[in-house]
Every structure is written in structure tokens, then in C-alpha cells.
């Protein structure tokens, strides 16, 4: 199966990566051409493309990997686009996390070229995309998902088809939002334990094992502790999903109340300057409201 990849940022490189040690034929495309060499140097079967167009030319199926809805539309049905060249029939896969309105738009004018698509967005941050255990919410038909499955499968170790295309947008943002309301709430646990003098390395080892254990207790509770913050996802992602989130809900009329709070926490962060940090880094937007601000 040929594929073209294109976005090769912290977690494209990884899955592209795994994609090229399953064996698949690969053409990859980047802004910064400096990672694309890396990647073909490191696999021989990669082929760097001089444009997205050219990424996709011989390509069976085509996956993007980039930050938003204004990227993916670029590099996907912008001047030097991979629907300009790509085959009747090339199916698209979008890993980014653009929001329902924004997929379903996409998806649609791809349609229209004679291609299929599938929004395909992703959790599990670096690590997991590393080792090939990413977790894919996947919208489109039936059809098409089975197709990417194979390629899917190379990336992730669960591959979930969320329903039409869309919908693997609509699982992605909710559960994001989830994510960022349960760190920030981590992030407010840690800190009453530090104002009530309480040993913070035997809270986490009891919400570890206890009722209140999480994903967020593992890998967010001693970078929180040690305010040392390794980027694994950006606060300013977090931060632009959450926003999908309650966007999407306002207009279906329903209400998200815990997210908006999240939220005001995230904004509150990306204006000091963290949005480019792990968004663990959001305890230190609510250290001005205790005795521990630095």
C-alpha cells in the first residue's frame, strides 16, 4: 500500500515512522524539509516530496497530520493541495483535530473530487505514537474505514469507528475536554495538598491506587509536583479542542459547564506564555490564587 504523510511534527514523525517499520511505502511532506530528511534517512524506503501534490501523486491513500481545520484545508485543497494530483479513488485520512463543522466541509469537497475521506483524530500524546498504541476515533463509511484499517492498525493499538464522517471529530473533542477538566482538577488537588503542608507524594500514591486514579494521576500528577513540565501535548491544543468542544455544544444546544471552566484555566495559561508547554503546565495558572505563586 502506497501512503503519503503529510505533517511531521511531534506526533506525525512518530506515526509516520511506524508506518515505514510495517513495511509501507511511503512519500512524506513537511514545511520544514530538514524533518522529512531525517525520516528518510532513517528509513529507505521513505521518499521525501517537493509539495504536498507531488506527496500525493502515486498514492493509494493519503494522511495528514497537522495542527488545525486551516492547515489540513491548505495542504489538502490549497494551490499546491494532494487532491491537485492524487488519483480517483485516493482516500484521505485526517489525524488532526479540527472540530465536526470543519471535517464534514472538507470531507464533502473532497466528494465532490471523487475521493474518499475519513477524519481520524488521535489520543495518546508522543509516547503512545511512538510505540505504535496510539488510540484512533475514526468517521466515514464503513467502506472506507476498513480500507485505512491496515494502516491504522500499523499506528494504534485501538481503532474505534466513531460513525460517519464527523463523528471521530465529535468522540475526540469530547474526550479531550474530559482530559483537560480532570487535570485541572489534579492541578487544584495538588495544590490544596501543598497548602495544607500535606505530603503531595502520598496523595498521588493513594489517588494512584484508589477510586480517583486516572490517566491524568500518572502522567500529570509528578510533573505537576515538580513544576517541570515535558511537552507531551501543547497547552495551546488542549486548549483549541476544548474550545471545538463547547463550540460544537453551544450549537447543538446543550451545555458543558465543567469544560467552560477548563477552559478559562487554559486561556488564563496561553496568555503567560505556557501554550507551548505540556498542558500540565496549567497549575501555574491557578498559583496566583493560593500563598505558593512563586
Excluded: Y
Aim: hydrophobic letters at 45%; glycine letters at 10%; a negative charge.
Amino acid at each position: 500500500m502506497r501512503i503519503a504523510f503529510i505533517g511531521l511534527g511531534i506526533m506525525g514523525s512518530r506515526m509516520a515512522a511506524n508506518l515505514a517499520r510495517n513495511g509501507f511505502e511511503l512519500t512524506v511532506w513537511n514545511r520544514t524539509v530538514e524533518r522529512a530528511n531525517e525520516l528518510a534517512a532513517a528509513h529507505p524506503q521513505v521518499r521525501v516530496s517537493s509539495s504536498p501534490a507531488d506527496a500525493a501523486a502515486d498514492a493509494e491513500i493519503v494522511i495528514t497530520m497537522v495542527v488545525d481545520g486551516p492547515q489540513v484545508r491548505e495542504l489538502l485543497l490549497g494551490e499546491e493541495g494532494a487532491a491537485l494530483r492524487a488519483a480517483p479513488g485516493t482516500l484521505f485520512i485526517d489525524c488532526s483535530t479540527v472540530g465536526i463543522a470543519e471535517a464534514q466541509a472538507i470531507g464533502a469537497e473532497l466528494a465532490e473530487r471523487g475521493f474518499g475521506f475519513l477524519d481520524a483524530p488521535v489520543t495518546g500524546s508522543s509516547p503512545r505514537a511512538q510505540d505504535g498504541t496510539l488510540l484512533f476515533m475514526v468517521g466515514g463509511s464503513t467502506e472506507d474505514f476498513e480500507r485505512a484499517t491496515p494502516a491504522l492498525q500499523a499506528m494504534g493499538a485501538k481503532i474505534v469507528h466513531a460513525g460517519p464522517v464527523g463523528q471521530g471529530q465529535a468522540v475526540k473533542v469530547i474526550s479531550n475536554s474530559v482530559t483537560a477538566v480532570n487535570a485541572t482538577t489534579l492541578a487544584q488537588a495538588v495544590l490544596v495538598a501543598e497548602g495544607l503542608g500535606a505530603d503531595v507524594n502520598a496523595l498521588i500514591e493513594v489517588m494512584r491506587n484508589g477510586s480517583a486514579g486516572s490517566t491524568m494521576v500518572e502522567l500529570k500528577a509528578a510533573p505537576m509536583r515538580d513544576r517541570n513540565f515535558p511537552t507531551l501535548f501543547k497547552l495551546d491544543h488542549m486548549l483549541k479542542d476544548v474550545r471545538l468542544c463547547l463550540e460544537a455544544a453551544h450549537g447543538a444546544g446543550v451545555e458543558f459547564p465543567l469544560a467552560g471552566e477548563a477552559e478559562q484555566v487554559l486561556q488564563a495559561g496561553s496568555e503567560m506564555g505556557l501554550g507551548d508547554e505540556d498542558f500540565a503546565a496549567l497549575i501555574r495558572t491557578l498559583e496566583p490564587r493560593t500563598d505558593l505563586a512563586p
